[in-house]
Nanobody, 114 residues
Framework: QVQLVESGGGLVQPGGSLRLSCAAS???????MGWYRQAPGNERELVAR???????NYADSVKGRFTISRDNAKKTVYLQMNSLKPEDTAVYYC?????????WGQGTQVTVSS
């Protein structure tokens, strides 16, 4: 079992940047790691995912603006978010996936507003 703690959220103006971090309580080597988000009234959606081998995939809405990365030695996953838009406003959740197991963090709020 692994516990995940997100940080780095906040209020940012449109066009700004934020970097989210997800710190794990244990090794993340075996996990595919992902960032999801959920806006009020919407379902949780995948934002970005990175496999054990480092392959990445992104939601169409964030391609070219967001970058996911992982540092297994630091047990941390990052989401660099650039050119933020109001529609990026949501609670962002970190996920660790392996086989039939999924672990989630408590989420961090990102608000994009002028």
């Amino acid at each position: 079992q692994v516990q995940l703690v997100e940080s780095g959220g906040g209020l940012v103006q449109p066009g700004g940047s934020l970097r989210l971090s997800c710190a794990a309580s244990g090794s993340i080597f075996i996990f595919a790691m992902g960032w999801y988000r959920q806006a009020p009234g919407n379902e949780r959606e995948l934002v970005a995912r990175i496999t054990r081998g480092g392959s990445t995939n992104y939601a169409d809405s964030v391609k070219g603006r967001f970058t996911i990365s992982r540092d297994n030695a630091k047990k941390t996953v990052y989401l660099q978010m650039n050119s933020l838009k109001p529609e990026d406003t949501a609670v962002y959740y970190c996920n660790a996936h392996f086989g039939s197991s999924d672990y989630w963090g408590q989420g961090t709020q990102v608000t994009v507003s002028s």
